[in-house]
């Protein structure tokens, strides 16, 4: 059975991290020289200026609200207050709620997104007539934004003069409308089912890029072994792609995480703060004033996903990513 | 997959695609239906899904009421020049990355990944200081600035992988033949790496063309506003008015969606050159 | 060839952008200009500022006015940020529920003394004058009008259901919406507010209850001290307001707010609103209801006859940050006084703080004319002040919503949510003392 490494050098490609570096390659890294180190400064400098000015500058002068006392109602007095903030998360009878629903929205729809994704990619390498033109059509949902998905469902979801509840009445499944996102029960489902309208596009685009990356000449190999499709799948196609797998996952959780825009649209968080997650609640402190909490909350959602990233790449033995992303 | 295909695997395939197809396309065609009936027939019952008379006037209202050609204009314009900035600049650090080993690297990586994890907001407040600072609030090209921050540690990571598969004797070459490393860069490499170049161009200018938050914060003026904060403005206290609403919803897809049309075989052929590779 | 066409096309987006960067370096000499930014944003009512922004520019050729308009949702945050940094705002609006942190905060520059001898004063009605100051006598924003409720009703439905006149109190109206409520046809009898600040309307209930014994002070409070939620009658009123929502509103409003109630009248399907008057212009534009089919009704009353009128007021203020006090603080005078004042609350559609409107044909017809009646009978119709100015109102607004969406959830009683209700203010004025 072909690792992803040997396959790779079968197919004459460099792994991407170096993992069979050129001989040139070697030569270079062992040389330090100030020139070397010039050009490499030189290189990063304008991406590492623009972060770090726009982004971690910012981010770091305004985690100090964090640690205190920070609320717009009275600005008097900002005392430092140490984890109070962070003790009042925990203690908000709300987070074990909000917790739930943060882990069923991202399994929820990531889950259905990598299946259907992968589904399309495999269907979508094969050419067949007008598979441009069906490309072009299915990929749009990533173009649009988060609020406006949220706008949209918001519509189709809409109770009374909503198209889901008449389509759903007229194939005659349902009797009487469902009061979607207004019953707890049915809320977070709506929301998932718009997020997965929306992700599985970049599933499917990342997914069939790698797959055509992998050459015939592997299936060739597998065919003439007598293997199905099931094994070729899990042998081949799974093993070579895997990289791109692991990573987009990692990076979709990441950003569904961090996608309360759709939520906020749909539903604001309610009925009665049943479709909450971490990061609308985060949105939800803030608009009550309470910028220290909302802080605290920023900062733990921040730590939680770096003890996830950590995890989720040593869990899925991409040691090699590993080390090119946390280092070893 | 590459063998050979069953009819039935045939027929199951282009089932599954249809269906998806529907469901893709259908929340799109609803709220263009929406758009283009009589403002009074929008609640109408029974639901009508084609209409019964055809009406722009939500259109025109969408003029009459609001710059939305300026708006149109501003997102443009600063999202083109946000996501080609941050591409080039992306594409200097992302060859680096790809090509050199060095002690700070992977913490550098390490940034990249994280600044993916950072709410917002928790950077909005300094955020609008800084800007107050350098003079830039209300301010276009302030705006761009941001954007291009934002753009760059995603595509940074998307370029590393491109340039990760791309042969080093290539550049090697052409150094030999007396060209700089800077232009072996844009001379050899950028060719061959072009479809990469437009997949990551486009991701970024979906993210800045519906970046609402910093746009909100950063901009006053009306004359400076973009496409996501009038669309929200449209949600304004007085009611949901679906019909501007679908209205606006639909110029603001149009311009995304004809350029994912336009370039998605530029992006699935971009990407296949190694992008989130690591 | 292509590379050219791109750098031509980078050229003339960078070209585009210049005059952006120049055109807030300065302007010439001898200009001020004033940064003004309202929160209560919606396109026409932006509009209408901008006429009367003109206004002032023309009589004022050395001010020029920047008016700023983030969409609503957002407009408070942003609003704080700006205050925040303590920079690039001048005039700009104040609610009497953002009035308490904002002068709490030193964000806002007390007027009193720059409008001592301010004749706009005396064209103010009493109301006007009272919400002008907060309780130390410190003015940090003039009233541009008043938020009150009213019953918008569709008459035709009211009549179709054998009904000869609209309700007068809370149980007829209950009655009149439950005869009406027919959600097969996507007919709704009332437009339940279970949404954001769904406990303003329960409150309202409440009040008109308790009218008889309530505080005109302290619109939570009992003349005896003690909560309007821990009265007896309280219990009544809540029984009838939430059998509004079981027996004659559309399912979904346990998540409508503003937005969708005002929709839910506006596209016909629904038969009665409690809302404020701004609603009549919205509802004006209407293409679904016709002006015959609607109108409005005074507010609904208690079982003795009587109601209570918690006006809301939002107005224009200063900025303590301000580098132009002089100059803002005319543009305050001139909004908030005379005619830019009269048209604001007419384009506006608010209850208007110019004694002269009480004249004014336009306010004594048709679905203004509830209003009138309201104001004419101040023994039936309380003016009462709500404590919306306390440094937890938005605290307790999200608390009270909450627990009114669970009781439309069933996982709460209506018993329970007014002993939560009770609780939470003693403890508040416990607090406070």
Known sequence: MPTPATTERAAGRRSPTGAAPPPGGTRRKREFTTGRGLVIAAYLAPAAIFVAIFTYYPVIAGSQMAFRNWKLTDLTDTAWVGLQNFRDVFADPAWGRVLVNTVVWVVGSIVPQLVIGFALALWLRRKFRFRGLYQALIFFPWAVSGFLIGILFRWLFNSEFGAVNDLLQKAGLIDTPIPWLASPDTALTAVVIANIWYGVTFFAIMILAALQSIPDELYEAAALDGAGKARTLFQITIPFIRTTLVLTVLLRVIWTFNFPDLIFGMTGGGPNNQTHIVTTWMIQTTQQGDYGRASALGLLIVAGLLLFAIFFLLATRERREVKGVIGS | MIGKETAAGRTTKFVFLGLWLLFTVFPLYWIAVTSIK???????????????????????????????????????????????????????????????????????????????????????????????????????????????????????????????????????????DGLSRFGALFRVLLPVMRPGIVAAFIFNFVNCWNELFLSVTLMNSDANKTIPTALNGFISSFNIDWGSMSAAAVLTILPTMVLFAFASRHIVQGLTAGAVKG | MRRTKAALALGVAAAMLLPACSAFSGGDSGTVTLTMVESLTNPSRTELLEGLIEDFEQQHPDIDVNLVSPPTEQADEKLQQMLMSGSGIDVLEVRDITVGPFSTNGWLHDMKADLESWDGWQAMTENAVDAAQDGQGRTFYVPYGFYGLSLFYRTDLVAQAGFSAPPTNWDELLQQAAAINDPAQRRYGYAFRGGKNANSNVTAAISAYVADRIDPANGFQLEDGTSIFAAPEAQQAVETYFQLFRTASAESSVSWGYPEMVEAFANGSTAFLLQDPEVIATVRESQAISQDQWTTAPLPTGPSGKTVQPLASAGWGVAASSSHKPEAVELVKFLAGGDAAAAFAKGNSLVPTQRAAGEDEFYKTGPWASYVTMTENPQTYLNITQPRGVAWWTEWEQKADADVQQVLLGTMTPAQLLAEWDAFWTQKWQQGK
């Open chain 2, 38 to 176: 009589a403002p009074g027939d929008v609640f109408a019952w029974p639901i009508a899904y084609w209409p019964e008379t055809f009406s722009l006037e939500n259109y025109r209202g969408l003029f009459d009421k609001a710059d939305f050609g300026i708006y149109l204009a501003n997102s443009l314009v600063i999202s083109t020049l946000a996501a080609a900035a941050a591409t080039v600049i992306s594409m200097l650090s992302g060859y680096v990355l790809a090509r050199f080993e060095f002690r700070t690297k992977s913490a550098l990586l390490m940034a990249a990944l994280v600044t993916q994890m950072i709410p917002a907001f928790i950077a909005l407040g300094p955020l609008y200081l800084l800007m107050t600072d350098l003079n830039l609030v209300d301010n276009r090209f302030g705006l761009v600035l941001v954007y291009i921050a934002v753009c760059i540690p995603f595509c940074t990571v998307m370029l590393r992988g491109f340039f990760a598969n791309i042969p080093e004797a290539l550049e090697e070459a052409a150094m030999i």
